[in-house]
């Protein structure tokens, strides 16, 4: 029962330069997560943006979402090498379950 | 900061042998979620419980059970082990109230080979 759905797959860029990601999903949610995965761990949080919120900051993270496109997008600005790793959004899914994406595969290149 | 633990990193074992699977969170949270990643598949949700002595099945449960007696602690049971449960198993947690309520806290994952 996959909801969201990121692209790209995969994203190579250089350190310094900017890296955009984006979700889009299929039905009415009441929040968006983003999370990051280092190679072979565990899930860390990174932000949550709720329905009737448009932006949110963190840091060098930015997360807009648009609720009539069903799209969410991640920015990361001035990359480092430690972005590298695998980006997921998750959406709600009722009963306090998230539904998560397939991820984007990020890697800075030095 | 919340801690999410996992009994192993790694574990290797024989198909048909029984694999107990252990998580701990020390945070208080009533939720907890066993999911399974596989390349190309994403997480797919095994097994929730929301209280104690409680469990939900997920999208794949099949193969598994679980059991909760303890609120901090959810573990999850491979029956007979067989090769295509060999996988990375994630451990959640999450709360239901407060302004943490839908994050979901992982543990650092156990990465299970079925020989």
């Known amino acids: 029962s996959q909801q969201g759905e990121e692209d790209p797959q995969a994203l190579s860029i250089q350190e310094g330069e900017n890296a955009t990601m984006n979700c889009s999903y299929k039905t009415s949610i009441n929040n968006l997560q983003w999370y990051r995965q280092n190679s072979g761990r565990g899930l860390v949080h990174l932000i949550l943006?709720?329905?009737?919120?448009r932006e949110k900051h963190s840091g060098r993270l930015r997360v807009t979402l648009d609720t009539s496109k069903k799209s969410s997008s991640l920015l990361i600005t001035a990359s480092r090498a430690a972005d590298t790793a695998s980006y997921f959004c998750a959406t709600d899914a009722g009963d306090d379950k998230i539904i998560f994406g397939k991820g984007t595969r990020l890697h800075i290149l030095p | 900061d919340v801690k999410v633990t996992q009994s192993s990193r790694y574990l290797v074992k024989r198909t048909g042998e029984k694999v107990f699977l252990e998580c701990v969170q020390d945070?208080?949270?009533?939720?907890m979620f066993w999911y399974r990643q596989d390349p190309g598949l994403g997480l797919r949700l095994i097994y929730f419980s929301y209280d104690v002595k409680m469990k939900e099945k997920g999208d794949i449960p099949e193969g598994y059970s679980v059991s909760r007696e303890k609120k901090e602690r959810f573990s999850l049971i491979l029956e007979s082990a067989s090769t295509n449960q060999t996988s990375m198993y994630l451990c959640?947690?999450?709360?239901?109230?407060?302004?943490?309520?839908?994050?979901?806290?992982f543990g650092p994952g156990t990465r299970l080979t079925v020989l």
């Open positions: 945070m208080d949270h009533e939720n």
């Open positions: 959640a947690s999450s709360t239901i109230a407060g302004p943490q309520a839908d994050t979901q806290y």
């Open positions: 943006i709720r329905s009737n919120e």
